[in-house]
């Protein structure tokens, strides 16, 4: 068994961007595990302990292969980390927030389990997350068209404010993918945001290397403390 962080952006794993992008760097001794299509993985230390990191692509349905996969191969705690927009205005981009659970917006899922069945964080592992220096946890929305939920789309602004209403706090692409086949699997899952911008205020905070350091030091230490 072992845990592992998923991140969506497939760029993050080539040989230069691990070269340069802090956060994978803070790995001791990493060797490429493989590599096909989005799917990029890399193994090293953090702190003494082994962790693997992985890609696997924007949206539910590459996130939905990712866990199966990974569930045959013996992993049993994942974390997803990513750049999110977020929708309520007290959410001051540059901060990070974990997802408590998620609208399944996505169609992937329902090929799975019929809608009633809920998208939610492993409790202790969330519980992990909010004690490594995550300040706090919210609703996450994943959905397939997440360019329809922007304030530039047609009727974007109207669909930002009702799920904000709904009290959603952050939009994404994998989320509820994650959650739902986690759940069915036995797996524990957590997802982890960078919120890089709000839609409600119109701010926005670089994804830096400084950012994706943060993100990475908080998701790694979740997974060796829990």
């Given at each position: 068994c072992f845990s592992l962080i998923v991140q969506t952006n497939p760029s993050c794993f080539s040989r230069q961007s691990f070269a340069s992008y802090c956060p994978f760097v803070l790995l001791e001794n990493p060797v490429q595990q493989g590599c096909y299509r989005e799917y990029a993985t890399w193994r090293g230390i953090w702190r003494g302990e082994p962790l693997t990191v992985m890609s696997c692509g924007f949206g539910c349905m590459p996130m939905a292969i990712a866990v199966e996969e990974l569930h045959h191969l013996g992993a049993?705690?994942?974390?997803?980390?990513?750049?999110?927009?977020?929708?309520?205005?007290?959410?001051?981009?540059?901060?990070?927030?974990?997802?408590?659970?998620?609208?399944?917006?996505?169609?992937?899922?329902?090929?799975?389990i019929d809608p009633s069945y809920p998208a939610v964080a492993d409790m202790p592992l969330l519980g992990a997350l909010l004690s490594c220096g995550v300040p706090d946890a919210g609703l996450f929305r994943s959905h397939d068209c997440t360019s329809l939920e922007t304030p530039w789309a047609p009727g974007g602004p109207a669909r930002i404010a009702r799920w904000a209403e709904l009290g959603v706090s952050a939009l994404d692409g994998e989320t509820s993918a994650l959650f739902v086949l986690a759940s069915i699997l036995g797996m524990h899952a957590a997802s982890l945001a960078y919120l890089a911008e709000n839609y409600a205020t119109g701010a926005a905070a670089p994804m830096d290397a400084q950012a994706r350091g943060r993100l990475f030091t908080a998701a790694a230490e979740a997974l060796r403390c829990c």
């Open positions: 049993e705690s994942l974390i997803k980390i990513a750049a999110c927009p977020a929708i309520q205005p007290e959410l001051e981009p540059g901060t990070l927030l974990a997802a408590s659970g998620a609208v399944r917006g996505e169609g992937a899922t329902r090929e799975y």
